[in-house]
T-cell receptor
Framework: QQQVKQSPQSLIVQKGGISIINCAYE??????FPWYQQFPGKGPALLIA?????SEKKEGRFTISFNKSAKQFSLHIMDSQPGDSATYFC???????????FGQGTRLTINP | NAGVTQTPKFRVLKTGQSMTLLCAQD?????MYWYRQDPGMGLRLIHY???????AKGEVPDGYNVSRLKKQNFLLGLESAAPSQTSVYFC??????????????FGPGTRLTVL
């Protein structure tokens, strides 16, 4: 039962380019959509998150675009840098215990 | 603040052995979670707790038990380890209130191999 589907599984982008990762969800009760960044051997860390009352949120080079009607959201990394090379996970949760449902992950490689 | 810490970092078990993974957080968070991470499957919730003395099942609870006797600690137990439990285990914590409500803070993980 995969409630959050993420694509692509892997992505290679040139330095300075735009990295785009997409996610789709099924449960319309979800009300919190975070993106986590994970480096090898480390735990995931929150990168940016959005709630469904807005369609876009930007923090520095990172932007979440949210399409409630299509039940999709995406992460855009502008001016991608080699230090952005990591695995990215989208997730979704709803109120109560705030349990996260994760996508399968995207391994992003930024070539210098 | 140490945040979320996990013990041990690595462990190798034989099939049928038991072990306990310890998670501790110093952020006074009410909620705590245990996830497992397997290649190509993201993180999946095993068990969670919304307060001291309470626990509940997540998506993949079979073969695991948990206890939350103290607010800052959340223990994950494997009573009889199986090769299918080979994985990386992450603990996380969060608070339902305040400016960072809903944000889960993760520990560094425990890499478990069951032979």
């Amino acid at each position: 039962q995969q409630q959050v589907k993420q694509s692509p599984q892997s992505l290679i982008v040139q330095k300075g380019g735009i990295s785009i990762i997409n996610c789709a969800y099924e449960n319309t009760a979800f009300d919190y959509f975070p993106w986590y960044q994970q480096f090898p051997g480390k735990g995931p860390a929150l990168l940016i998150a959005i709630r469904p009352d807005v369609s876009e949120k930007k923090e520095g080079r990172f932007t979440i675009s949210f399409n409630k009607s299509a039940k999709q959201f995406s992460l855009h990394i502008m001016d991608s840098q080699p230090g952005d090379s990591a695995t990215y996970f989208c997730a979704a949760s709803m109120g109560g215990a705030q349990k996260l449902v994760f996508g399968q992950g995207t391994r992003l490689t930024i070539n210098p | 603040n140490a945040g979320v810490t996990q013990t041990p970092k690595f462990r190798v078990l034989k099939t049928g052995q038991s072990m306990t993974l310890l998670c501790a957080q110093d952020m006074n968070h009410e909620y705590m979670y245990w996830y497992r991470q397997d290649p190509g499957m993201g993180l999946r919730l095993i068990h969670y707790s919304v307060g001291e003395g309470t626990t509940a099942k997540g998506e993949v609870p079979d073969g695991y038990n948990v206890s939350r006797l103290k607010k800052q600690n959340f223990l994950l137990g494997l009573e009889s380890a199986a090769p299918s439990q080979t994985s990386v285990y992450f603990c996380a914590s969060s608070t339902p209130t305040g400016g960072r409500a809903g944000e889960q803070f993760f520990g560094p993980g425990t890499r478990l191999t069951v032979l």
